[in-house]
């Protein structure tokens, strides 16, 4: 990670966690709008370690994947020999 990425992150999410704890009462779209501001400078800095170790860009944001925080793919296939649930009224 070079010094001035570094710096650049560190910066923006000092900014960000500042304005968090001065505006507790915002909005939930101007919390999003500044989640979207931190990921604008943070997103190609990590792209770029990415990249940089080999990992490329697929599955990113940018290649059209989802960054989203659910639960990852497990192939589709139902699990097998675990516990089974049953439905009770």
């Keep these: 990670l070079e010094a001035a990425d570094k ?16 505006n507790q009462l915002a909005e939930k779209e101007e919390f999003v709008d500044k ?3 931190l990921e604008g400078v943070c997103n190609p800095i990590i792209q770029k370690m990415y990249q940089a170790a080999g990992g490329g ?3 990113g ?3 059209g ?3 989203g925080g659910g639960m990852p793919d497990m192939g589709g296939a139902p699990p097998t ?3 089974k ?3 009770v009224d």
């Design 7 to 22: 710096e650049a992150v560190l910066k923006a999410v000092e900014e960000t966690i500042a304005w968090l704890d001065a």
């Design 35 to 37: 989640q979207k501001e």
């Design 57 to 59: 860009a697929a599955g």
């Design 61 to 63: 944001p940018e290649a």
């Design 65 to 67: 994947g989802d960054m």
């Design 81 to 83: 020999g675990g516990p």
């Design 85 to 87: 649930v049953e439905e």
